[in-house]
């Protein structure tokens, strides 16, 4: 079993910086996949990066040289460096693990625990 709660949501103007963090209980949490997904209420909850175990990581094309997946296996978080954030990039954020491996990593249903969402507002 693992909980997860997200931190370091707000209210951010266009071209600033935030940073998403996940704490992670479980205890083999180093061998989890974790990803970060977002849902706005028009739009099915999309992916937008992944870090494997092992250390690769993954991106959505929308956020792809702007975002940063990062984690410490030492202290059972993942965190999202977010730059040059855009109104678009506006959404309730969620942190999600899945044990083991997946090539669907880009699918909300490849994971088996979620956060409860921290929400994200960029300001035009």
């Known amino acids: 079993q693992v909980q997860l709660v997200e931190s370091g949501g707000g209210l951010v103007r266009a071209g600033d910086s935030l940073r998403l963090s996940c704490a992670a209980s479980g205890r083999t949490f180093s061998s989890y996949v974790m990803a970060w997904f977002r849902q706005t209420s028009v739009k099915e909850r999309e992916f937008v990066s992944t870090?494997?175990?092992?250390?690769?990581?993954y991106y959505a094309d929308s956020v792809k040289g702007r975002f940063t997946i990062s984690r410490d296996n030492a202290k059972n978080t993942v965190s999202l460096q977010m730059n040059n954030l855009r109104p678009e990039d506006t959404a309730v954020y969620y942190c999600?693990?899945?044990?083991?491996?997946?090539?669907?990593?880009?699918?909300?249903?490849?994971?088996?625990?979620w956060g409860q969402g921290t929400q994200v507002t960029v300001s035009s």
């Open positions: 870090i494997y175990s092992g250390g690769s990581t």
């Open positions: 999600a693990a899945l044990r083991g491996y997946s090539s669907r990593y880009n699918l909300p249903s490849a994971y088996n625990y």
